[in-house]
């Protein structure tokens, strides 16, 4: 059966409801294709778990982190089930983005498809969904 889950649907409005700034200013730069036409969504729902932001076209995910975040199982075993799931997933430190919003070159990189090799740095990590065979 087809359709929203209600409690699903509510959850990701309240999500948006309480965003930080980095969020806010993240979604300005995001929303309405402004991104070199890329779409993007806010607060999907992906599994249990709710994207802060998506490109279903390039199957991103696209993740705004406070400095609570670093080294947590708990974001490794939400990155692992999107790339099981088919989602690429870049993680960005909410400073970086305030400081200077140069995340959008590394955000156009991975949709063109220039960037497509894991990177794990101190202020970004990028998982991309892994070839099958």
Not at 46 to 59: H, L, N, S
Not at 66 to 93: K, L, P
């Amino acid at each position: 059966m087809r359709g929203a889950n209600s409690k699903r649907k509510e959850r990701a409005r309240r999500l948006r409801q309480v965003e930080n700034d980095a969020e806010v200013l993240l979604w300005s730069e995001l929303r309405g294709r402004r991104l070199n036409g890329f779409k993007f969504v806010r607060q999907m729902p992906i599994g249990p778990y709710f994207a802060d932001f998506a490109c279903r076209g390039r199957m991103l995910v696209v993740e705004v982190d406070g400095s609570h975040h670093a080294d947590s199982a708990y974001d490794a075993r939400r990155n692992e089930f999107m790339n099981t799931n088919g989602w690429s997933v870049a993680r960005f430190w909410n400073m970086d983005i305030l400081r200077e919003l140069k995340v959008l070159e590394t955000i156009v990189a991975i949709c063109d498809g220039r960037l497509v090799e894991k990177t794990h740095a101190a202020d970004f990590i990028f998982m991309p969904v892994s070839e099958r065979p």
